[in-house]
């Protein structure tokens, strides 16, 4: 990858204002360049966005405290925003946006601030719109089978809500205890269930929006399809640049009759790959299928102690559920599958608390990588499952030409990677080095067929790979759907897109000596 200041620098991106020289601060990353006039501002614009919301400390001026807001889960990259308002209500945020989009005020959406691809990065003269207090769930509806909820209730809550009557959210990140719904529809987050159940765009139904001129919409409800263009799909997904959610509609589902999982040890990552591939094929969805490789199991061992195998190379945890009778009939064929891929053990989970430490394991794998490193970078690119074997194997090859450790733990079945770099960011270069290791997977990933990002998002992190999956011509049409929402791009600006165009540059007509072409044809 080359360096990004020079990718930056050819792209038209300056560099990040107020940036810290701290040992992390990672390579140089360009965004818009702040504006003078604006941060002279502050304290009148601080003034002003007081008068728009009813609580009195809605708004965070002081250094000290907005520094609580410079980064995200991408914490290699800091600055210190120019303001944070926390509105309590939808006709808050709408008249906060409506403000800013008369005064050209930028704004970054942000939510718990577990992104970890930069998506919440702030801005030097741009304004932090955190959804904190939007942390209540509004409904319960069984006979529907859903849930209204604000976007800062955490992932995990909800399914603590409604449990006791047998049902569940289905989307789990690792991050749920944290994350927040509206993140999550930002992300379009997964999770280790999703390969059966899906991912967060397969379980909103509807959400409540506010655009940057400060316009209410919603899209979608309680219903199960709506007619029209699928605004809602479009929304999952975008990254905080289209627009602000402030509620949202979830799917609930029933929890199934019963849920077994079976841990399966490889003597090789390939080996175990290769399985991951011969089970789906088979026709057989587990609920959830995660892998790990050897230096990942023997953190996680040490950190959880959940009785993982640690004579292995890799480790397969598969869960079957459904009613009892399929799920023993399905473990079986399992293992048959596993046994001629070369699996050397397996164990099934006798009781539903041996399957939550098999699973509080995994959910466990980033802390306790982090107790074998200084530092480590994720990245997570996806890939089809039958690739998985070849890119495992260029992993190793990459790990000795960059001289840097990886472990690996991912979502196997959906072939969602999520390789940890494992590196010291106190040594100099080590984590320019990261970065370019990380790059060369995720481009390696594109090149079989993959995507940069199955459900971490694009953000600051990948924005200058996106080249590398699409043509200058897809990224244009990408942007001019940016544009119809937000024609001054004043929402999360500088992430996503390696190169801005201003709208009216992609809208623009020719002119020829002062005439339009075609100039007897109306124009609207």
Avoid at 24 to 51: H, T
Avoid at 287 to 312: C, Q, R, S
Avoid at 392 to 419: C, E, I, Q, T, W
């Amino acid at each position: 990858m080359p360096p990004l200041e020079k990718t930056a620098l050819r792209r038209g991106f300056l560099l990040l204002a107020a940036m810290p020289t701290t040992p992390n601060m990672g390579a140089i990353m360009r965004m818009p360049e702040p504006e003078a006039a604006v941060i002279a501002r502050r304290s009148a614009i601080a003034a002003d966005l007081r008068r728009l919301c009813a609580a009195p400390d809605a708004v965070i001026e002081s250094e000290n405290e907005r520094r609580a807001y410079e980064s995200d889960g991408l914490t290699a990259y800091r600055t210190v925003p120019l303001l944070v308002v926390l509105p309590s209500t939808t006709e808050e945020v709408s008249r906060i946006l409506a403000y800013c989009h008369k005064s050209a005020l930028k704004v970054v959406p942000r939510g718990a601030g577990t992104s970890l691809s930069g998506g919440a990065l702030p801005l030097a003269d741009g304004i932090i719109l955190g959804l904190a207090k939007f942390n209540r769930i509004l409904e319960i509806d069984y006979d529907n089978r859903c849930a209204v909820v604000q976007p800062g209730v955490t992932n995990l809550a909800i399914t603590d809500a409604v449990q006791h009557a047998g049902f569940y959210y289905a989307p789990d990140p690792s991050s749920q205890i944290a994350c927040s719904i509206g993140g999550n529809v930002a992300e379009n987050s997964g999770g280790v269930h999703c390969l059966k159940y899906g991912l967060t765009t397969n379980n909103v139904l509807g959400i409540e929006m506010v655009l940057m001129d400060g316009t209410v919409l919603r899209l979608g409800g309680k219903h199960l399809d709506g007619g029209g263009y699928d605004l809602l799909g479009v929304m999952v997904g975008s990254e905080g640049l289209l627009g602000i959610v402030t509620e949202v509609t979830v799917r609930l589902l029933r929890k199934p009759a019963s849920a077994r999982a079976v841990l399966i040890g490889f003597l090789s990552n390939e080996s175990a790959g290769a399985c991951v591939a011969a089970i789906i094929g088979s026709g057989i969805i587990p609920g959830g299928m995660e892998m790990m490789d050897k230096p990942a199991i023997h953190a996680v061992e040490d950190f959880v102690h959940a009785g993982y195998p640690l004579d292995i190379q890799a480790l397969l945890i598969v869960e079957l559920d459904g009613p009892p009778a399929e799920v023993d009939h399905l473990i079986d064929r399992v293992e048959q599958i596993a046994k001629r891929c070369g699996a050397v053990n397996c164990r099934v989970s006798a009781t539903e608390e041996e399957r939550q430490v098999f699973w509080a394991g995994r959910k466990a794998a980033f802390p306790a990588v982090g107790r074998i490193s200084p530092d480590y970078y994720c990245v997570d690119p996806t890939i089809p499952r039958g690739k998985l074997p070849d890119v495992l194997r260029h992993m190793v090859a990459l790990s000795a030409k960059y001289g840097l450790r990886v472990a690996n733990v991912f979502h196997a079945g959906d072939g969602n990677l999520h390789p940890l770099i494992l590196y010291d960011a106190n040594q100099p270069g080590e984590l320019e080095r990261t970065e370019q290791f990380g790059a060369d997977i995720m481009r390696y990933c594109v090149e079989v067929g993959g995507c940069l990002s199955g459900e971490h998002g694009i953000g600051v992190e990948k924005r200058d790979l996106m080249g590398a999956m699409f043509s200058e011509d897809d990224l244009t049409q990408q942007q001019r759907l940016k544009c119809a929402f937000d024609p001054q791009g004043l929402l999360n600006p500088g992430k996503m897109f390696p190169q801005l165009h201003r709208c009216a540059e992609l809208g623009r007509l020719h002119v020829h000596r002062g005439q339009l072409r075609f100039p007897d044809l109306p124009r609207f």
